[in-house]
């Protein structure tokens, strides 16, 4: 059986009645030829079921139409533990698929990967470079940097470079939080803080120390790694040194979960004996038992903008940080 062949760019030209020179034009998207000439073209395209060849354009145009979506994370984090990767990923995807591009989903959890993916980037395989979830010690913000690879960065960068950011204010929403426990009278408020190498766990414990300031209380903190079991040793331990806690502002909403389990275990009732609030509000806080009061980060905004950041030319942008505002959502639980 044979197979119907593929039509050529020969095929449209002679069907439009125009050059192959001015196909290729057409198809490349460049701007040189008049808009009767590229809608003939555009007709015999659709007329005949053309499919531009995207390896033979690319080597035309020197883009790829791919960009890549890096976590430095590993893939247990990634696909199972946070849920707020799945919505980064997924609304990345939305926002690249309408604007006729793909995101390739990369891992940078060991020197290995981090190699592997600076030699993938320096290969041209990719238009531009989204980072997520940074570390301080990450070395790729600066590798792609010098590579001359358009960067943006999902949070404000764990190091010292200079690249274009969509954050939220994690410093104002740990505040906001911390001031809702000390309006409701709880006087020995702990938290449970995120890794320090990383820029929202810096910023938010920033927000619980600016809350406490002033009030007459102490700073009693706990570190954990922003995952559910970090949360629940990290207030078993919070318990421990400070029996007569009352409250405690956990910077994720993984964490204060563990914490409730933690809680839980130790027969102390929430909100009664310890009020505790998240950070994120992923789609589980509703239905902890009690429902989690918490302070509700705008993911699928900040992958956005992230997004039409990088795509947005540097000498059409207005900005290079978009900072989006964070909301407190009252619930049972503090």
Do not use: C, W
């Not at 995807?93 to 030699?119: C, F, G, N, T, W």
């Not at 999902?154 to 470079?161: E, F, L, M, Q």
């Not at 009693?220 to 629940?232: H, K, L, Q």
């Not at 903008?305 to 049972?332: G, W, Y």
Request: charged share 25%; no cysteine; aromatic share 4%.
């Amino acid at each position: 059986m044979s197979r119907t062949r593929r039509p050529t760019l020969e095929a449209v030209a002679a069907r439009a009645g125009v050059s192959r020179a001015t196909v290729s034009r057409v198809v490349n998207g460049l701007p040189t030829v008049t808009p009767e000439i590229r809608a003939q073209v555009m007709r015999a395209i659709e007329e005949l079921g053309y499919i531009p060849n995207s390896a033979a354009r690319s080597l035309v145009t020197k883009r790829t139409d791919s960009y890549a979506l890096v976590a430095s994370e590993p893939p247990s984090r990634v696909f199972s533990d946070d849920p707020l990767f799945s919505i980064v990923i997924r609304t990345v995807s939305v926002e690249l698929e309408a604007a006729d591009k793909q995101v390739v989903l990369m891992l940078a959890s060991s020197p290995r990967s981090h190699a592997r993916i600076e030699r993938y980037v320096a290969g041209g395989h990719v238009d531009g470079v989204m980072l997520i979830s940074m570390h301080a010690a990450d070395p790729l913000p600066a590798a792609i940097l010098r590579m001359g690879v358009p960067v943006v960065s999902y949070g404000r960068p764990a190091v010292n470079v200079e690249m274009p950011y969509a954050d939220n204010d994690n410093v104002g929403g740990a505040r906001r939080a911390v001031e809702h426990l000390l309006a409701t009278g709880r006087r020995r408020i702990a938290t449970i803080a995120g890794p320090p190498d990383m820029i929202a766990g810096q910023d938010r414990l920033t927000g619980y120390r600016e809350a406490l300031r002033g009030s007459g209380r102490r700073s009693i903190v706990a570190v954990g790694d922003f995952t559910r079991e970090s949360g629940a040793v990290a207030m078993r331990q919070l318990l421990e040194d400070d029996p007569q806690l009352d409250a405690v502002f956990a910077a994720n909403d993984l964490m204060a979960i563990g914490a409730l389990q933690a809680l839980r275990r130790a027969g102390r009732r929430v909100p009664d004996d310890v009020a505790v609030v998240g950070f994120d509000d992923i789609e589980a806080a509703k239905f902890t038992d009690p429902p989690l009061t918490t302070v509700r980060h705008p993911v699928v905004d900040q992958a956005t903008a992230m997004v039409r950041l990088l795509l947005t030319p540097p000498s059409e942008r207005t900005t290079d940080r978009v900072i989006l505002p964070t909301e407190l959502i009252v619930r049972d639980s503090a």
